[in-house]
């Protein structure tokens, strides 16, 4: 297929999705606002405070699995989209600390859980950059890990990674010593196989690095290997993202996750793309083109043979697909994060690292005490909404198993808005299983907002049409 008659196939089902139909009905922000939903409660809206007993009674569970992250803040660039905690141009001492920072974080949790070992299901090492840390501190950041957990049990462990720093020697010796620790999986994030707009979203690589990074990853040979992807960039059109697509299918990835850009922040950092948008908005591309960009991220993966095995995640099959990200959303699995700003779920409560500063995680970690800045115990209502929101937005909700959580059927926990939902084709149910449709999943981040206390919905009401799927009419209070 041509790339216009693609694009224009691509515009032709976006058109059969009638999106106008959602906007009046409120289920689509105005002006093309989007905040995807990564977990429920959203991550930031913990509250401004910790509840004072937020651990009492904190016990680790072995029988319980659970998943692993740890957060590496480190990076060689800041990219002008980033919202993350991240630091850039840090020392080596300062890397250093922080490693000695984040194995206390660790040593500390163990004792609170009254463990020797903690057990991950699967894992992720995220940040920020994990390999921006050298060959030694990379060596020593597993040594830590392997101090605190058994990795005996975990199903996959997934490193991100960002390709100028995989080139090189040292770049081949962080792989190794990855995979010799158990790293399997590879987040490569490439964004855009477009050097024009690789500059101007601040990365310090260029498609020609991400090439050299993608053989020195073969060559040392992981389980599998996928591909970050951006869309909707200042710049970015569909024809510029349609090759970005073709490229990275040509190169034989397992899998892509497309991500459209984030331009609200869903944490305490606000990237300087916020500011962008604010003062030249005409700068980006119309939400019409974003659609048929995103509408195009299926079309090419499915022509690759790739399926969505998670939200927006296209790969060769489940073994490719994140478990990290399967384990705590499908399955529902506590999450337990170690390092600055890094989230938790355990055992219904909700809990966030210090994300302020490197000095101030160290500092509560020198006085010996757990760097949680906010949390909050779970209520019965954010069981049922966390419940059915993080399952609903990947591969469906169980109602029996929603039952046995919450105590009541999906029916009686939401029945306006599922009756909504059903109206516009957004959800259909097959047997035990209530999943989006096509329609649906293509509108998963929007359908998934329905089920939101209005305290923690990212727009204000006026930015939704006051129709029957306007998120807030489902919540007299
Ligand atoms: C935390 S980053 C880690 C990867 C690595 N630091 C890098 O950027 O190459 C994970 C992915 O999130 C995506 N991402 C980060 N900020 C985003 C934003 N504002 N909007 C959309 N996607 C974003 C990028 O595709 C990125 O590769
Ligand atoms: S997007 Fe990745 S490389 Fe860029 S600043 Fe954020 S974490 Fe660092």
Known sequence: MESTEAIDHAGNLVRLLNVEELQLAGLIPKGGLYYPTIYYPPIPMYGGSCEAAILDGLKYDGSRPASVYIHIPFCRSRCLYCHWMVNVDSTEREVDDYLGSLAREMELWKEKFGVRKIHPRSMLIGGGTPTALSPKQTARLFRDLKTALDFGECTQVTCETEPGSLLGDSGLE????????????ISLGVQAFDDESLKDMGRRHSSADVMKAMEQVRNVGFRSFSVDLIYGYPGCTPEKWLTTLETALSLDVDGFQLYRLRIVPHGDKVGTIKTRFDTSPEIFPAVEEIYVMKQLGSMIAGRGGLVETSRRLFTKGPAHTS?????????????????????????GRFYLDTGESLDRYAAVLREGTLPINRGKTRTADDQRRWAIAVTLKHNGVSKRRFRDLTGVSVGEAFPRQIECLRKYGLV????DMLSLTARGRFFADEVVTQFYHPKYLPFPRSAYAEGDLNPFSHDPS
């Open 174 to 185: 962080k792989l190794r010593i990855m995979k010799e620790n158990g790293v399997d999986r």
């Open 323 to 347: 478990h990290y990200l399967a384990d705590h959303t499908d399955g529902l699995m506590d999450v337990i994060g170690f390092g600055a700003s890094s989230w938790s779920n355990v055992q």
């Open 428 to 431: 259909e149910e097959d047997g």
